[in-house]
């Protein structure tokens, strides 16, 4: 299978200013061929709605290229993980924080910092959470 830009973009729903940017932080492996001739495979196919799938579950970009450098974007659920295998990298904090905002019911929402995101299972946070506001309605 042989994928244009407009049509791997299409067939995924991510944008082509997107997969341009996965591209660049390596999350995304580069096309084949150059220029006008560049194209891609069902291999980018797969990693790219991976990578969607990963994102839409709050997983931070670092933490995907870090399982994608150990050959690992395939593994099981990240989310899931009792504990992460790996770890959102230093970043200076002076320059940007990534929160990541979650519904718990009507009028309560949760912010996590994405690095406290890796160390919690969400689900069951999630659970815990409503079952305490029950108790109090």
Do not use: C
């Not at 049509?7 to 084949?32: C, F």
């Not at 924080?97 to 009507?106: L, N, P």
């Not at 996590?112 to 109090?136: A, C, F, G, H, P």
């Amino acid at each position: 299978m042989i994928l244009k830009l407009d049509l791997l973009s299409k067939k995924t729903g991510v944008s082509k200013r997107a997969i341009r940017y996965y591209i660049q932080r390596k999350l995304l492996s580069p096309p084949e061929g150059k220029l006008k001739g560049a194209y891609y495979t069902e291999k980018h196919l797969k990693e790219l709605l991976r990578i969607k799938e990963l994102t839409e579950q709050g997983v931070p970009l670092e933490v995907i290229r870090e399982y994608k450098d150990k050959n690992k974007l395939f593994d099981k659920d990240i989310s899931t993980f009792p504990e992460h295998p790996v770890s959102v990298k230093d970043y200076d904090k002076t320059e940007y924080e990534v929160w990541k905002r979650f519904y718990i019911s009507d009028g309560i929402e949760m912010h996590l910092r994405s690095d406290i995101i890796l160390q919690v299972n969400m689900n069951e946070l999630k659970e815990n959470i409503t079952k305490t506001i029950k108790k109090y309605k």
